[in-house]
C-alpha cells in the first residue's frame, strides 16, 4: 500500500519515517516520478498566519505522505542568504538540512577509512568466494585484532568443517546482552532460554528434533543451546551451492533468572574499518546434536 | 480440525472430585435404596434400611469435606449457598448444575442424617441426649417422609455431578446428553454393592440381601446400556479414548465392574465378591471419564501437540 | 447501562511484541511464572503458552512454512472474549462473575471461592486459577480503568495498535471497512466475534483473522455450556425412572413370589 502509514508505530522524534525527504521532490518541488511520490510543494496551500508574530504566511506548503525533513513553508525558489546564521543560508533546494551548506556529500575527504561508493566485499569468514573480487575476499581496511593468534582464528574460504552461515540479532523481550532484561522476571518467562534457530531440513539432515540442546562451534569457541527448529530460516543458494543458514539471539550470559551461553564468543575479533562494531552478523560454524 | 470442545481449558477437577463423585453417587443410591425400602420394603429389610441410612450419612459428609477441601478458597465455601456481599441473601441459580447441586448436597447430608439418626435411635445406640432426642422423632410416617424428599434428593446427588461436567465446555462431558444418566445408574450399582457388603453386619436376611443382588444386576445392565449410548453419542470425540484412559474403561469399568459381576451373578456365586468389584468398577468409571477429558488441554491441541 | 465497550483486534498488524503481556501484568500485578525460570516451549516464539490465572494477555505465533522462507507468521493477542453471552457467568455458584456496565464480564476476587466450574464453561479455555489467590482470575478489560476515563493497559501499549479500544458500536463498523479494504487487496479476511446474531450473541472483544479459527485456536462454534442442561437433567431423571421401577418390580416379586411360596414348607 503506498504511504508512509503514520500512525503504525512511532519514529523519534516526530514521527518522521525518511531523513531529508525534500529530496524526494525536484528542484521545483514536483516528485521526481509519480510511482516515487513522497513529498512534495503545494504551491496553494493556505497558511494560517504566524501564531508567534501574527504576521501572515504566503500561501504553499510541504505536503506528501511523510512528515517533510524541511522548513515547511519555505518555497523551492527560496535563495539562502550567504552570510545568515544556523539554517539562514540553506535555500529551497537544499535537501540535506543537517549539513551546514546543505548538500549531500558522495566522498567525504575526512572522517570515513573506506568509500566513496558501497561496494561487495565477503565477511572475513564466508563459504564462498568474492565473485565480484577474486583477488580481494573481505574489506582491506576491515580492523582485525590479535591477527593469527589462536584465539582469532578464522575460518578459510568455504571450510568443510564449519559448512553453515550463521548470523546473530536480537529478541523483543531482550536487551543486549541481558543484563538488564534477564534479570526481569516479566522478560525472562517470555524468552527464558537461549536458543538457535535452524530449518527443518538441517534439523534432519543432523538428526536434531525441536528442543533438542546442539552445540554450535567456530573457530574461536563453542556454546550450547536448544534447538528451534523452523523453516523461517533457512537455505541460501550461493554460487551454485546450497548453503545452510542458522540463527542465534545474543542476548545470553551466566547471571540472572535466565542464563544461558554467551553467543558473542562464537565471533571473530575482525571489526568494521571506521566504528570498530565486530562482525557478528555474519559468520560460519558447525552444528551437532549435543 | 479437532472438535469445538477441545480448545476450553482443563478444570483440574481431580483428586478430591473423582473421589466425591464416587461417594456422592454411591451415598445417593444406597439412600434411594434404603428409601424405598422405606416405602415399600418388609420388617425383615430393616437391617439394609439401616445400613442404607448410615452409608448415606457419612457419605454426605466426606463429599461435603472432599467438595470444600477441593475448592482455591476452601473457607469460602458458603458463597455458594449465601451471597457473600449481600448477606443473608441466598445464593442459588438454577440453571447451574454446581449451584444446585450445592443446595442439593447440603439438604441431601441434613436428610441422610435425619434418617442416620433415626435408625440408629431405632437401634437404641444414641447416647447424647440431643442426638437421642432427634433420632427418636424419625420414626413410623416422620421417617417415610423424609425418606422420601431424601430419597429424591439422593437420586438428585447421584445424577447431578454427570449433569455437571455436561454443563461445561469440556471434551467428552458436554459431548454427550448422557453422563448424568450413566452416573445415576452407577451411583444405583455401587450404592446396592456397598449395601451387599455393610449390611450383612447389621442382622440383614438372605431375602434382602438377594432383592439387593438382583437389582445390583439390573443396574449393571442399565449401567452398561447407558455407557454404549454414552460411547455412541460422543462420536468423532471417541478419540479421546485411544489412552490409557480408554484401556481402563474397557477393562477396569466394563470387564472388571460389570461383565465380571454379572457373570458373577449369573453362576450364583456369593454376593461379597461381585460386590467388590462392582465398587471398583464404578471407582474406575468416574476417574476414567474424569481423565480422560481433564488430559485434553487447550493448550497441547493449539501447539499441534 | 453505560455503552458496551471492548476490543478490536486486528490481527493483520500485530507485530508479536508481547507488549500487551506486560502492559496487563504490569497493571494487573500479576507474578512471573515460577519467579521468571522457565523452559522454552518450543512453540515459535511464544513461551506463554496459554491464558491462565497469571497470564491474561497471550500472544501467540502460528508459523505456516511450506519450505524454507516460504510461507507467513500469524500472530495474535489473545484475551477474554467477554462474551456477550458468557458461559462462566452461567455456571458461576457464587455470583463472582458478573457483568458490568461497560458489558464486559468481571471476576469479583473477593467473592470467588475456586471452584473451577468457570474454567471447564469457558470454550475458548481463558480462565484458570491464580496460585497465589486461589480463585478464578482472567481479564477485567481493565474494569478499574475503566471506570475513571482510560483505556485498558494492553491496547495502550500496544504501538501498533492491533488493539483497538472503543465502544462495540463503533468498532464494528471499523472492522468491517478494513475487512472489506483487505479482501480488496486479495486477503482472505473475517471478523471473528462481530457478528450479534452470531454465537454467543457475539463477543466483545473480537478479531480480524486471515486463516480459519482452529488455525488461531479459536472453537469454530463456541457455545454456551447450558446448551446440554436439559437434556443431560432429562435423561438423568429417564434413568432414576427406569431404576426406580426395576427395584419396585423386584420388590413385588418378590413379595409375590413370597405369596405364593407361603403354602409351601420353604
Known amino acids: ?290 | 480440525m479437532p472438535p469445538d470442545t477441545f480448545f476450553s481449558g482443563a478444570p483440574h477437577w481431580t483428586w478430591f472430585i473423582v473421589p466425591y463423585f464416587y461417594v456422592g453417587g454411591l451415598a445417593g443410591g444406597a439412600y434411594f435404596l434404603a428409601a424405598l425400602l422405606e416405602w415399600f420394603g418388609q420388617p425383615d429389610d430393616r437391617p439394609v434400611i439401616r445400613t442404607g441410612y448410615r452409608v448415606a450419612a457419612w457419605g454426605a459428609i466426606v463429599s461435603g469435606v472432599l467438595l470444600t477441601i477441593d475448592l482455591g478458597r476452601p473457607l469460602r465455601f458458603w458463597h455458594m449457598l449465601f451471597q457473600s456481599a449481600n448477606l443473608p441473601a441466598i445464593m442459588f441459580k438454577p440453571w447451574s448444575p454446581i449451584s444446585f447441586g450445592a443446595w442439593a448436597i447440603l439438604l441431601f447430608g441434613l436428610f441422610a442424617v435425619l434418617s442416620a439418626l433415626g435408625s440408629a435411635a431405632e437401634e437404641g445406640r444414641l447416647q447424647a441426649p440431643l442426638l437421642r432426642a432427634v433420632g427418636s422423632v424419625v420414626r413410623g410416617g416422620v421417617a417415610k417422609l423424609v425418606a422420601a424428599v431424601g430419597g429424591l434428593l439422593g437420586f438428585f446427588v447421584a445424577g447431578y455431578t454427570g449433569v455437571l461436567l455436561s454443563v461445561t465446555n469440556r471434551p467428552i462431558w458436554s459431548d454427550s446428553p448422557w453422563l448424568g444418566a450413566l452416573f445415576v445408574a452407577s451411583g444405583a450399582s455401587t450404592g446396592a454393592a456397598a449395601l451387599i457388603l455393610l449390611a450383612p453386619a447389621r442382622g440383614a436376611t438372605t431375602r434382602s440381601l438377594e432383592w439387593l443382588s438382583s437389582f445390583d444386576s439390573k443396574a449393571l445392565v442399565v449401567e452398561l446400556v447407558v455407557l454404549a449410548i454414552f460411547i455412541g453419542s460422543l462420536g468423532a470425540v471417541n478419540r479421546a479414548w485411544l489412552s490409557v484412559w480408554g484401556l481402563l474403561l474397557l477393562v477396569g469399568v466394563v470387564w472388571l465392574g460389570i461383565l465380571a459381576p454379572l457373570r458373577l451373578h449369573m453362576q450364583g456365586r456369593p454376593l461379597a465378591g461381585a460386590a467388590k468389584l462392582v465398587l471398583l468398577g464404578g471407582f474406575l468409571l468416574r476417574l476414567a471419564t474424569m481423565l480422560a477429558s481433564e488430559g485434553i488441554d487447550r493448550y497441547r491441541v493449539a501447539a499441534g501437540m | ?266
Open chain 3, 1 to 266: 447501562m453505560a455503552e458496551a465497550m471492548g476490543f478490536f483486534t486486528d490481527t493483520t498488524v500485530c507485530i508479536g511484541c508481547k507488549a500487551c503481556e506486560v502492559a496487563c501484568k504490569e497493571w494487573n500485578q500479576l507474578p512471573a511464572e515460577n519467579g521468571g525460570i522457565r523452559e522454552l516451549s518450543g512453540d515459535s516464539y511464544d513461551n506463554t503458552r496459554r491464558l491462565d490465572g497469571i497470564h491474561w494477555r497471550h500472544v501467540r505465533f502460528i508459523e505456516q512454512f511450506k519450505g524454507p522462507y516460504d510461507g507467513r507468521w500469524l500472530m495474535m493477542s489473545d484475551v477474554c472474549k467477554h462474551c456477550v453471552q458468557a458461559g462462566c457467568l452461567e455456571v458461576c455458584p457464587t455470583g463472582a462473575i458478573i457483568r458490568t456496565e461497560f458489558d464486559t464480564v468481571v471476576i469479583q476476587s473477593d467473592v470467588c471461592n475456586g471452584c473451577r466450574a468457570c474454567i471447564a464453561a469457558c470454550p475458548f479455555g481463558v480462565i484458570d486459577i491464580n496460585p497465589v489467590s486461589g480463585t478464578a482470575q482472567k481479564c477485567t478489560l481493565c474494569y478499574d480503568r475503566l471506570k475513571v476515563g482510560l483505556e485498558p493497559a494492553c491496547s495502550k501499549a500496544c504501538p501498533t495498535d492491533s488493539i483497538q479500544f472503543g465502544t462495540i458500536a463503533e468498532l464494528r463498523p471499523r472492522a468491517q471497512k478494513r475487512v472489506d479494504q483487505l479482501k480488496a487487496q486479495g486477503v482472505e479476511a473475517h471478523l471473528y466475534g462481530a457478528d450479534p446474531t452470531g454465537p454467543l450473541g457475539g463477543l466483545n472483544s473480537f478479531y480480524l483473522l486471515v486463516d480459519k479459527d482452529e488455525v488461531y485456536g479459536l472453537p469454530h462454534k463456541p457455545q454456551l455450556p447450558s446448551r446440554n442442561l436439559t437434556k443431560s437433567a432429562g435423561f438423568s431423571v429417564l434413568s432414576a425412572g427406569v431404576l426406580g421401577v426395576l427395584a419396585l418390580v423386584g420388590l413385588r416379586k418378590r413379595r409375590m413370589d413370597q405369596v405364593g411360596g407361603s403354602g409351601g414348607s420353604n
Open chain 1, 1 to 290: 500500500m503506498p504511504g508512509a502509514h503514520l500512525k503504525w508505530g512511532w519514529a523519534w522524534p516526530a514521527n518522521r519515517r525518511n531523513i531529508y525527504n525534500r529530496a524526494s521532490a525536484d528542484l521545483n518541488g514536483n516528485p521526481w516520478s509519480e510511482r516515487k511520490r513522497w513529498v512534495w510543494w503545494d504551491p496553494h496551500f493556505v497558511n494560517p498566519p504566524d501564531p508567534k508574530t501574527g504576521k501572515p504566511i504566503p500561501p504553499g506548503k510541504w505536503v506528501g505522505y511523510d512528515v517533510p525533513d524541511f522548513t515547511l513553508t519555505m518555497p523551492p525558489s527560496h535563495k539562502g542568504k550567504p552570510d545568515g546564521i544556523i539554517m539562514e543560508p540553506l535555500s529551497g533546494t537544499d535537501a540535506y538540512i543537517m549539513r551546514p551548506e546543505g548538500k549531500g556529500w558522495i566522498y567525504v575527504p575526512a572522517g570515513l577509512v573506506d568509500g566513496p561508493f558501497p561496494t561487495h566485499y565477503e565477511p572475513h569468514e564466508s563459504p564462498v568466494q568474492n565473485l565480484l573480487y577474486p583477488k580481494q575476499q573481505s574489506s582491506p581496511v576491515h580492523k582485525v585484532w590479535s591477527q593469527g593468534k589462536p584465539w582469532n582464528q578464522l575460518a578459510a574460504v568455504g571450510d568443510p568443517k564449519f559448512p553453515y552461515v550463521i548470523t546473530t540479532y536480537r529478541l523483543t523481550e531482550h536487551y543486549l546482552a541481558g543484563a538488564m532484561s534477564r534479570w526481569l522476571p516479566w522478560l525472562s518467562e517470555l524468552q527464558p532460554e537461549l536458543f538457535i534457530e535452524l530449518g527443518k531440513g538441517l534439523a534432519k539432515e543432523k538428526g536434531i528434533n525441536n528442543l533438542d540442546y546442539v552445540i554450535i562451534t567456530t573457530p574461536r569457541s563453542h556454546v550450547r543451546a536448544k534447538a528451534l527448529v523452523t523453516d523461517r530460516i533457512g537455505v541460501l543458494k550461493v554460487a551454485g551451492k546450497t548453503i545452510h543458514h542458522v540463527g542465534m539471539p545474543w542476548h545470553w550470559g551466566w547471571m540472572g533468572l535466565s542464563t544461558g551461553d554467551v553467543v558473542n564468543d562464537l565471533t571473530a575479533w575482525v571489526g568494521d574499518p571506521n566504528v570498530s562494531i565486530h562482525e557478528g552478523k555474519a559468520f560460519v560454524c558447525n552444528v551437532e546434536k549435543a
